[in-house]
């Protein structure tokens, strides 16, 4: 369908470890690890946010899997580590502007920059790192498991470097991994053989089949995408009836860190109503603000039956976000506190 990177934005375009499955995530994830044994990793700081995954703690291994991807020398690697975790989207602003590509703008050289920059794996790396990221991570896996069977079929769909794929698979999910980067995908693999993740890496979208998932798990993608209704169109078909899309788009967010957001897109903040529901998709619940939501598939129409508190997030999380579709300003020293890098004093000692 669009088995190639390009091929995907055209689509979207409308034009051996030492750790057991519990080892690697932290303690005090979710109800039904609770009582099972949990292991404080040898590589974790004392400071560490216990939403966090084992790999996401190790500094040594994060440097030298980059550089198995990138050919980039330890030393390299670290000090483009560092600057992202000083500032993060730094690596991705800088490699971005010495194309001389426009901020926030689709062209077909920003789709020839997603395919040849390896800016991405350092960001990539450092957001998977802010204790935003891991707390949409942790709501996600607790929505999950408080609706679904344990072992529910999802599709992690732009999962990059597979951390999300890896926590879900952890947590005893049968899950189809699938991304178009390329040094991702390399990364993935590697990820999921070193931490024992049973993760299915599927090569090409012709493998998402219709009604085939419980949940697609969609984070961080809609926002970079032209046309991203194609996209929520082709994930909804992947789900089945009254199974569960999960999503965190911040349209509204442009700044100097998220060059490769689209203005195009600030239409949709806040937007259930021309984003989600022509393909069958009604807001269940949220995190505040939508980090992330939860929609439902009920291609029938029928609304789902909510609760007032329900009702109540989903509303302020809407009226909040539905001034960003005309200004950014206001929201992004928040967005600047929110996706702060956490401290990584490990990353000095490799």
């Known amino acids: 369908m669009f088995g190639s990177a390009n091929d995907y934005r055209q689509r979207c375009s409308g034009r051996d470890s030492p750790y057991t499955k519990m080892d690697i995530i932290t303690e005090g994830i979710s109800p039904h690890i609770k009582n099972e044994r949990t292991f404080v990793n040898k590589h974790r700081s004392k400071k560490t946010n216990t939403h966090e995954l ?3 703690q190790d500094a040594s291994y994060l440097v030298r899997r980059i550089g198995e991807v990138t050919k980039l020398t330890r030393e390299q690697v670290v000090d483009r580590l560092r600057a992202e ?9 800088k490699a971005f502007e010495s194309r001389g590509l426009t901020r ?3 062209s077909e050289e920003m789709s020839e920059f997603y395919d040849d920059t390896d800016a991405f794996l350092f960001e990539t790396v450092i957001w998977n790192r802010t204790v935003t990221k891991q707390a949409i991570r942790s709501w996600v896996e607790t929505f999950l498991t408080q609706t679904l069977p344990k072992k529910a079929k999802i599709l992690t769909f732009g999962d990059g470097l597979g951390f999300d794929s890896l926590y879900l698979a952890l947590a005893g999910h049968q899950v189809d991994y699938f991304e178009v980067s390329q040094r991702g995908i390399q990364f993935a693999k590697g990820l999921f053989k070193d931490y024992q993740g049973n993760v299915n890496v599927l090569t090409s979208s012709d493998q998402v089949l219709p009604g085939q998932y419980d949940a697609v798990v969609c984070l961080d993608v809609l926002e970079h ?9 082709f994930l909804a078909g992947a789900l ?3 199974g569960y899309f999960l999503v965190h788009a911040p349209f509204w967010f442009l700044s100097p860190a998220v060059v490769t957001h689209l203005r195009e897109n600030r239409r949709f903040s806040g937007d259930v109503r021309r984003l989600y529901r022509p393909h069958g998709l009604h807001a269940v619940d949220s995190a505040l603000f939508w980090n ?3 929609l439902q598939k009920r291609t029938d129409g029928s609304p789902p039956k909510l609760s007032i508190g329900h009702r109540a997030q989903l509303f302020f999380g809407a009226s909040v976000l539905w001034w960003g579709r005309f200004w950014s300003t206001p929201y992004v020293p928040f967005a600047s506190l ?5 401290d990584w ?5 490799v």
């Open 104 to 106: 926030y703008q689709w």
């Open 54 to 56: 084992a790999p996401l």
């Open 338 to 342: 929110m996706t702060k890098p956490s």
């Open 345 to 349: 004093p490990d990353l000095d000692t």
């Open 85 to 93: 975790s000083r500032q993060l989207g730094l690596n991705v602003r």
């Open 292 to 294: 992330p939501i939860a």
């Open 240 to 242: 089945r009836e009254e």
């Open 225 to 233: 995408i032209p046309e991203p209704s194609n996209i929520v169109a």
